[in-house]
């Protein structure tokens, strides 16, 4: 069973639609702390501010059984914001604590001449070093991004993949059964469908 994180993100409806386009049938969109029971895989989406995401999950009782359910090793894959959660805090509008299941933090992108924010579009991930959830990307493995912060994760063993935006941002992350991906990859066209069937291809 696919557990999709339901919290009241914007996104939730096009993850869906992938999903479903890639045959996925027994999803359970989760909302409270007993529909997380029996997942084998966890998908948290997620668009917004970090403090009010949390706040969100928190309100539903989902922060600990989350964490407990990745720390018993059932593969996460956070999309976007539900990437900057594994992280420690977020500044983003006062520091917010995140779910701290990765060291790091989540902050704004710097004023740099030339480069806009919100960072918004299409970009290429340059592979830093191997993970599943890369595998057998095609072509050159363009991705579409939307957001105004960035994750800054404090091992860097932990990043997979970055993006050139005026600096070198995290763009994946991976550790053991815990992978995030700050772009969406229910809008990255064939690069977002071959990460989602990575994704739901890990032994559960």
């Not at 592979?127 to 957001?147: C, K, M, N, Q, S």
């Not at 994946?172 to 069937?197: A, M």
Request: net charge negative.
């Amino acid at each position: 069973m696919l557990a999709v994180i339901d919290y009241g993100a914007g996104n939730l409806r096009s993850v869906l639609h992938a999903l479903s386009h890639l045959g996925v049938e027994s999803i359970r969109l989760v909302r409270t702390p007993y529909e997380l029971n029996g997942a084998h895989k966890i998908i948290l989406p997620g668009v917004g501010a970090f403090g009010a995401g949390m706040q969100k999950l928190h309100e539903q009782g989902l922060v600990k059984p989350i964490s407990d359910a990745v720390r018993a090793g059932i593969p996460y894959l956070g999309i976007c914001l539900g990437m900057q959660f594994l992280f420690d805090y977020s500044d983003e509008m006062g520091d917010h604590q995140g779910l701290g299941l990765l060291p790091g933090h989540v902050t704004r992108f710097p004023e740099t001449p030339g480069y806009k924010v919100p960072h918004m579009g299409w970009n290429a991930l340059r592979i830093v070093r191997e993970t599943p959830l890369l595998r057998d990307l095609p072509g050159e493995g363009y991705a579409y991004f939307v957001h105004s912060y960035y994750c800054a994760p404090a091992e860097p063993s932990d990043v997979a993949a970055v993006v050139d935006y005026g600096i070198a941002f995290t763009a994946v992350v991976q550790r053991d059964n815990i992978y995030g991906v700050q772009f969406h990859p229910e809008k990255s066209q064939r690069t977002g469908l071959r990460i989602l069937t990575n994704f739901l291809e890990l032994p559960a």
